[in-house]
């Protein structure tokens, strides 16, 4: 499956962006979807995730209340809402599919988008 993301862009701090993130080759119906991020000098970090029906959802401490991570299956996409944007969320962030359960590490995925980078300024 090939996974590319998109949305990602400039905003200031306390704005939103939405991160989309488009499945081809195969539907994402049957995987579970992630997002994570990877600040420069910083290690790859977990953001949030959804099971393939969507009826699990996780989210890292430092996004929860401020990011969701709808799917839609009929649309093969995945989106990561970000509301209330802080400069430390700066990253470039991926999206990642994988065959298992829901998951926040990120060797358990199996296939990853190119990434799209988000910059937030105060």
């Known amino acids: 499956v090939q996974l590319v993301e998109s949305g990602g862009g400039l905003v200031q701090a306390g704005g939103s962006l939405r991160l989309s993130c488009a499945a081809s080759?195969?539907?994402?119906?049957?995987?579970?979807m992630g997002w994570f991020r990877q600040a420069p000098g910083k290690e790859r970090e977990f953001v949030a995730a959804?099971?393939?029906?969507?009826?699990?959802?996780d989210y890292a401490d430092s996004v929860k209340g401020r990011f969701t991570i709808p799917r839609d299956n009929a649309k093969n996409t995945v989106y990561l809402q970000m509301n209330s944007l802080k400069p430390e969320d700066t990253a470039v962030h991926y999206c990642a599919a994988e065959t298992g359960r829901l998951s926040r590490i990120a060797r358990q995925y199996d296939y990853w988008g190119q990434g799209t980078l988000v910059t937030v300024s105060s």
């Open positions: 959804i099971s393939w029906r969507g009826l699990s959802i």
């Open positions: 080759g195969r539907t994402l119906s049957s995987y579970s």
